[in-house]
């Protein structure tokens, strides 16, 4: 089944692996929730090792389109030609998917620098050169369907992903719907972020993507660094109920006893999952 025939809907699966050998449990999950895009960092498995896992006795065949970057690495359930590199930089991977009769999209995948390398500052500082990089992307190909997924190494609440010169994305998809406002009398573009509703012991699964527990004054413990963004111009493709963060492969927990990602048995990061239905083209 070519999966523009399943009711336009594409399956995605982004992963932040920590250099880990999970690539069982990488295809397990794959089968388990129909992966259709598989986007993982810090990803360690050779790529051909995880194909054949991958592909093994399944009818739908994974490929690896070509990767320049180091750091992020993207697995396609259909042929990769339908997947286009726009841009690669050392944190950052731009691609236009185009598959036949629906709206093509841009997918950016990022893997943005660790707090154990820059502060809170410098991250706020280097977000505005990544959304100059989306900007242009979206220039180039002439449009603005575009979500942002991957290892943001910052909440949702933090400045580089909430303020107008960095990702400007939001909460509340009311407000992004106006797709963009006036700041100091330049237009800036909003990205909607659902992954506030994913936050907190108030959300369904865990309250978080990553834990770190410090004995300083400010540690948030649970945080999540592993989001999604979305364009206003996709929201009519995006329903929250269609977004997790997964903390089980078939029913083995990837959380240990206490209830924190279980590090020793796969990764320091929860996956996320989430769905897209893409229209038809008009």
């Known amino acids: ?45 050779p790529q051909a090792e995880l194909l054949d896992m991958l592909n093994k006795n399944e009818v739908s065949k994974f490929e690896a389109p070509h990767d320049l970057s180091k750091k992020l690495r993207f697995y396609v359930k259909f042929p990769a030609e339908y997947f286009k590199s726009v841009r690669d930089e050392r944190n950052i991977a731009i691609r236009k998917l185009e598959l036949p009769n629906v709206w093509d999209i841009l997918i950016v995948a990022v ?54 010169e960095g990702f400007h994305a939001l909460m509340d998809r009311r407000l992004t719907i106006k797709k963009s406002r006036k700041v100091w009398g ?21 309250p978080g993507t990553y834990y770190y527990r410090k004995s300083v004054p400010l540690c948030y413990i649970w945080n999540t660094f592993d989001q999604v963004l ?43 999952f989430f769905k897209l239905q893409i229209e038809k083209e008009a």
């Open 111 to 164: 893997h943005l620098p660790s707090k154990l390398y820059l502060d809170s500052e410098n991250q706020t500082l280097m977000c505005p050169r990544y959304a100059d990089l989306i900007r242009k992307a979206e220039s180039k190909v002439g449009h603005c369907r575009t979500l942002v997924v991957g290892d943001f190494n910052m909440n949702p609440f933090e400045n580089g992903v909430v303020n107008s």
């Open 1 to 45: 089944m070519n999966i523009w025939d399943r009711e336009d809907m594409i399956n995605f699966l982004f992963w932040n692996l920590r250099g880990k050998p999970l690539k069982e449990h990488v295809t397990t999950l794959c089968r388990e929730h129909e992966v259709d895009i598989l986007i993982l960092a810090e990803s360690n498995i």
């Open 230 to 272: 979305l364009r206003p111009e996709l929201l009519d493709f995006f329903s929250n109920d269609h977004l997790k963060v997964i903390d089980n492969i078939s029913g083995t927990p990837l959380l240990s006893k206490t209830g924190i990602p279980d590090k020793k048995s796969f990764s320091d990061h929860l996956p996320l």
């Open 186 to 206: 330049v237009k800036r573009q909003f990205f909607y972020n659902p992954m506030w509703g994913k936050m907190s012991d108030s959300s369904e699964g865990p």
